[in-house]
């Protein structure tokens, strides 16, 4: 199996960065990152490679296939990938007029993981434009390897995950119309905190079944309506914790929780220690 066979055109442009180890400290660095014109015969195929990959088609289209995926990348779209497992990606209709950023960083994985629950997928960009120009201002500038720079290089491909993401849940939320029931959905959450709801509840007047509006929430939110809950109430029993002297059986009351036992374990769970722990830390005793 051929590693690569490169055909590009002369006007493309090709940056590589060798990472130091600040750089590799940051939640994202980029090993190397281009802008091609490719040809017919363009074709990169791996079985491995130590980076993530971002592929963004301007003009013309490409092809990518991973071990799970096989996608078309049209204009105005675009796919992440672990390189770390078979990968290949060749022009579909040329010339393929694209971007590719190779990056690393110990939020790579994470990132990805948040961009894809389910399965990699084309992502229709719909900030075409702010992509675009993130994209350019990681090709121009020109890193002298400080601290300083590498921090701005991972704040842009966070950039570029940001849009993506918006993108994502665009796309993912019936063209963004259900936005809207989701934010519904959050504001009886926080009406309602203190009594014992359930996501039934939160459907009673929302135009979604279960499992479509679980899974909606979840791509916008970023979890489940029921961890949402769990943690919006855990987010006042902390304050609660630290600015009174209520007993834990009256802030569990007070938050919502069944009772002082579904208090201790869910609150342990999320924050790692006892509310009792939690107020001793604070200089509150229980």
Same mark, same amino acid.
């Given at each position: 199996m051929p590693k690569q066979e490169e055909n590009f055109a002369p006007e493309s442009? %090709? @940056? !590589? #960065?060798?990472?130091?180890?600040?750089? #590799?400290?940051?939640?994202?660095?980029?090993? &190397?990152?281009? /802008?091609?014109?490719?040809?017919?015969?363009?074709?990169?195929?791996?079985?491995? @490679? &130590?980076? @993530?990959?971002?592929?963004? !088609?301007?003009?013309?289209?490409?092809?990518? *296939?991973?071990? =799970?995926?096989? #996608?078309?990348?049209?204009?105005?779209?675009?796919?992440?990938?672990? $390189?770390?497992?078979? /990968?290949?990606?060749?022009?579909?209709?040329?010339? %393929?007029?694209?971007?590719?950023?190779?990056?690393?960083?110990?939020?790579?994985?994470?990132?990805?993981?948040?961009?894809?629950?389910?399965?990699?997928?084309?992502?229709?960009?719909?900030?075409?434009?702010?992509?675009?120009?993130?994209?350019?201002? *990681?090709l121009t500038q020109e890193s002298s390897g400080t601290v300083a720079d590498s921090m701005e290089l991972s704040a842009q491909i966070h950039g570029l995950f940001n849009l993506l993401a918006a993108s994502a849940v665009y796309a993912d939320t019936n063209d963004g119309t259900h936005n809207a029931t989701v934010a519904a959905a959050v504001e009886y959450i926080r009406a309602h905190y203190a009594e014992p709801i359930t996501v039934d509840d939160m459907l009673r007047a929302l135009p979604l079944s279960k499992y479509y509006f679980i899974r909606t929430f979840r791509r916008v939110m970023g979890t489940t309506p029921y961890s949402y809950l769990t943690v919006y109430r855990i987010n006042h029993a902390k304050v609660l914790l630290?600015?009174?002297?209520?007993?834990?059986?009256?802030?569990? &009351?007070? $938050?919502?929780?069944? =009772?002082?036992s579904n208090f201790i374990a869910h609150f342990k769970k999320c924050i790692g220690q006892t509310p009792a722990a939690y107020r001793r830390d604070f200089g509150q005793m229980p």
């Open positions: 442009v %090709w @940056h !590589t #960065l060798t990472p130091n180890a600040a750089a #590799l400290s940051m939640p994202f660095c980029i090993t &190397e990152a281009g /802008h091609f014109y490719a040809a017919e015969s363009y074709l990169v195929e791996r079985r491995r @490679h &130590e980076s @993530h990959l971002l592929l963004y !088609t301007v003009s013309g289209s490409g092809r990518l *296939i991973t071990q =799970d995926a096989e #996608l078309t990348l049209t204009p105005g779209s675009c796919a992440v990938i672990d $390189c770390r497992s078979y /990968h290949k990606y060749n022009t579909q209709l040329a010339p %393929w007029n694209f971007y590719w950023v190779h990056f690393q960083g110990v939020a790579a994985s994470a990132m990805l993981s948040v961009l894809y629950p389910a399965r990699i997928t084309a992502i229709a960009v719909q900030d075409t434009q702010g992509f675009t120009q993130l994209l350019e201002g *990681i630290r600015s009174t002297r209520q007993s834990i059986e009256q802030i569990a &009351e007070d $938050c919502g929780f069944r =009772d002082a």
